[in-house]
């Protein structure tokens, strides 16, 4: 009751009990006690204690159901407590029931390996969720892979493969969110690099496609920018006249 209704502070104490007390007599509930005995820690903010519960958990229920479930929300207490979870990343990749949970779990250990620069092993696990090798087919995380493999491109100074990864989410998956900032981080990123002419092309194309977008501010005034530098000022005047 105290979980469906999302009184964490009852449910950690009334399955720590049940666990505590009644746990034997009832060994088919045993495994879930201790499962939402977890998540009830978690959802207190108690990240430490849910990190250990969770660890706890997977070493006695090694094929639990919930599994895959109790490596990612561990993996993610973990981070909260400042502590490792790439050995609970690792748990969630192999217990994974589907493509699409595989292809969460690999875009969750790879945000961390890039977050301490590791992009190597990064880009091996992205890629294999871009192109749906490793999940059997592309899921819904395929684009967000192919967008974080543009990144690690980017901060390569690899401006023409993050352009071709950027362009190639834009053009497979027209309709996804992350299509719209594509264009804009592969104009940007050339602006940034200094080829103000292949920015200005990016740059032309996003406004064309989104004409009030939310990076239109920035498309204008870099854009107007780039025109004002390689000496078509009256491109530039009207560029910025679109800012007003």
């Known amino acids: 009751c105290g979980v469906r209704e999302g009184d964490s502070e009852t449910s950690l104490f009334l399955l720590s009990r049940f666990a505590e007390f009644s746990g034997d007599r009832f060994p088919e509930y045993r495994s879930w006690a201790f499962w939402y005995q977890a998540y009830s820690l978690y959802r207190l903010g108690k990240f430490e204690q849910s990190t250990a519960a969770f660890t706890d958990f997977l070493e006695r229920w090694r094929t639990h159901p919930y599994g895959w479930q109790a490596a990612m929300t561990g993996s993610l207490a973990a981070l909260q407590a400042s502590l490792d979870p790439l050995p609970l990343t690792e748990r969630a990749l192999a217990l994974a029931p589907n493509g699409a949970s595989l292809a969460d779990a690999a875009l969750l250990r790879a945000s961390i390996l890039m977050a301490r620069k590791e992009d190597e092993k990064a880009e091996a696990l992205l890629t294999g969720v871009a192109d749906g090798s490793s999940t059997k087919g592309r899921t819904a995380s395929s684009p967000r892979a192919l967008f974080m493999l543009a990144e690690i491109a980017s901060r390569a100074r690899n401006p023409e493969l993050a352009e071709e990864r950027w362009l190639s989410l834009a053009s497979s998956f027209p309709k996804d969110a992350l299509a719209e900032e594509s ?62």
């Open 183 to 244: 264009i804009f981080r592969a104009g940007e990123n050339w602006y940034m690099a200094g080829n103000l002419p292949r920015s200005l092309t990016l740059f032309t194309r996003y406004r064309q496609t989104w004409i009030s977008g939310k990076y239109r501010d920035s498309v204008l005034r870099n854009g107007g920018d780039a025109h004002s530098r390689t000496g078509s000022v009256d491109l530039a005047i009207l560029w910025w006249e679109d800012l007003v």
